[in-house]
Structures are given as structure tokens and as C-alpha cells.
């Protein structure tokens, strides 16, 4: 399996090719105090894949009062790539809601499972709709990736790690299921999503539901 860098960068250069707008959206690297103050902000320890996301790019950047929707930017359909500080305030948001909200948005009630509050999220899209980091040290769930949603859907992990995570994205831009139409909105053949997202994680159920409909 290939890196975090190696896929990030396939992911850009397909992206260019596809005149999408993300890459030049991207922000230079984090330096290691920007990374520490995160960390620091959450009380929590980055684990070695966000290190090397991070030092790849901090997020990416719109002007304010840019029309630029999030079907335009999105490393992945309508999921917006966070910046450190976008990240730690997204964060605050939702740790802040009330008990009974904050408890059912991380709740799987099929399974009766919460992961701890270290998470750290990178994706979102706006409406509650997120990627998780789990850095909860000494858990069985420990770098593997969390989504919780707004569909109605348990959330749960979706990928084994950010390496697995960023292999599939990639392979879904080398493979032309990513796709962008005339007006340059970020557009996925999700059948085919999933089919190489369990590939990739075979160790996870959360893709079954889906191949299996």
C-alpha cells in the first residue's frame, strides 16, 4: 500500500487534470508548532499518518465570500479538507453541544459503542457529516477512521487508517470514478466507492451494508 504523500499527490495530479479546484486551494505544509498547538488545543497526540497529512498540507483555504460551493472544493465529494485551525474550532463545536445531542452523534446504537472523545476530525461537510481521526491511545480502535453523519446512518469506521483511506481516494481518481462535470463539481460512482473501500479495509463491516443492498 502506498503512503499518504504518494496517494495525496495522484489525488492532485488527477485533479489538475481534471481542472478541479482543490489543489489550488491547499495550504503549504504545517510546521511542528502549528501541529503541537492543535494538539495542545485538544489534549491530544497526533498520531504519525496526521503527522505526515499534515506536513503534506494544512488544510485548504477559501476566500471569504468566495461562491465556491463545496461540491467545487472537496478533496471527496462535498467533504471539505480541514485546516488545523478549522479543525480544532470544528472540534469545539461539536464537543460543546448538549449532553443527550453530543452523546446520540457519536453513539452507534446497533452496537452499543462510543469511541472516547480524542478524535480528531480532517473531513467535514458543513452539516455534521465528518471524518474522525480516533487517537484514543490504548483503544482496539486506535488510528482508525470515524464517521459520523446526518443520514440517519450508526456512525462508525469506515477505514482501517488514513493510509488505507487515502489509497482508496486515490484509486477512485486513477480508476475515473471521481469525476467532474462542466460546471466543475466533484461527482463519485459511490457503488464502486465502496467496492474498492472494503477492498482496502477488509478487516471492517461498515461497506457490507451497502455491497449487500
Not at 23 to 45: F, G, M, T, V, W
Amino acid at each position: 500500500m502506498r503512503t499518504i504523500i504518494e496517494n495525496f499527490q495522484i489525488v492532485i495530479d488527477r485533479q489538475n487534470l481534471l481542472g478541479y479546484y482543490f489543489p489550488k486551494l491547499l495550504q503549504a505544509p504545517a510546521d511542528i508548532l502549528s501541529i503541537h498547538h492543535a494538539e495542545e488545543s485538544l489534549n491530544l497526540k497526533f498520531n504519525l499518518e496526521l503527522y505526515e497529512l499534515y506536513e503534506f498540507a494544512n488544510g485548504t483555504r477559501v476566500d471569504e465570500g468566495s461562491e465556491l460551493t463545496l461540491r467545487k472544493i472537496g478533496l471527496i465529494p462535498i467533504h471539505n479538507f480541514l485546516s488545523l485551525e478549522d479543525a480544532v474550532s470544528y472540534y469545539n463545536s461539536i464537543i460543546n453541544m448538549n449532553d443527550d445531542t453530543l452523546n446520540d452523534f457519536f453513539l452507534n446504537f446497533d452496537t452499543d459503542y462510543k469511541p472516547g472523545f480524542k478524535l480528531f476530525p480532517f473531513l467535514e461537510d458543513n452539516a455534521g457529516n465528518c471524518y474522525w481521526v480516533d487517537l484514543n491511545v490504548g483503544s482496539k480502535n486506535y488510528g482508525k477512521i470515524f464517521w459520523t453523519n446526518t443520514y440517519g446512518e450508526q456512525p462508525d469506521y469506515a477505514f482501517e487508517s488514513l493510509t488505507s483511506m487515502f489509497q482508496t481516494i486515490a484509486e477512485c481518481y486513477e480508476s475515473g470514478i471521481m469525476t467532474v462535470d462542466e460546471e466543475k463539481n466533484l461527482s463519485c460512482d459511490y457503488n464502486q466507492w465502496y467496492r474498492i473501500a472494503k477492498k482496502n479495509n477488509p478487516g471492517l463491516t461498515h461497506w457490507d451494508i451497502y455491497l449487500n443492498q
